[in-house]
Nanobody, 122 residues
Framework: QVQLVESGGGLVQAGSSLRVSCAVS????????MGWFRRAPGKERDVVAT????????FYADSVKGRFTISRDNAKNTVYLQMNNLKPEDTAVYYC???????????????WGQGTQVTVSS
């Protein structure tokens, strides 16, 4: 059974930086593609960024491109999301997910974490 545990969320001011992490256990981490998704208040959950198995390929939603960076450390079984120049509209619960097919589609991700809250004040 695969378990994903996010950490690193919190309350920050606009313009600040924050890094959230997701530790994965239970199976070979490097066999999974990974993604970060978020659910803002009153909105549907949506993709933020995804990364392929080796880390050589990444995808970003237009709203975070140039500000957020997804990375992974296969030796530590961890995926990261570095968030810079945060905006109030980035306020959301951030979820990491693991899957077998590199995609921005949530339905293709099989395992999900419980989420971590990120709140950006203006």
């Amino acid at each position: 059974q695969v378990q994903l545990v996010e950490s690193g969320g919190g309350l920050v001011q606009a313009g600040s930086s924050l890094r959230v992490s997701c530790a994965v256990s239970g199976r070979t981490f490097s066999s999974y593609v990974m993604g970060w998704f978020r659910r803002a208040p009153g909105k549907e959950r949506d993709v933020v960024a995804t990364i392929n198995r080796s880390g050589s390929g990444t995808f970003y939603a237009d709203s975070v491109k140039g500000r957020f960076t997804i990375s992974r450390d296969n030796a530590k079984n961890t995926v990261y999301l570095q968030m810079n120049n945060l905006k109030p509209e980035d306020t959301a619960v951030y979820y990491c997910a693991a899957g077998g097919t590199w995609s921005s589609r949530q339905a293709l991700y099989d395992y999900w974490g419980q989420g971590t809250q990120v709140t950006v004040s203006s």
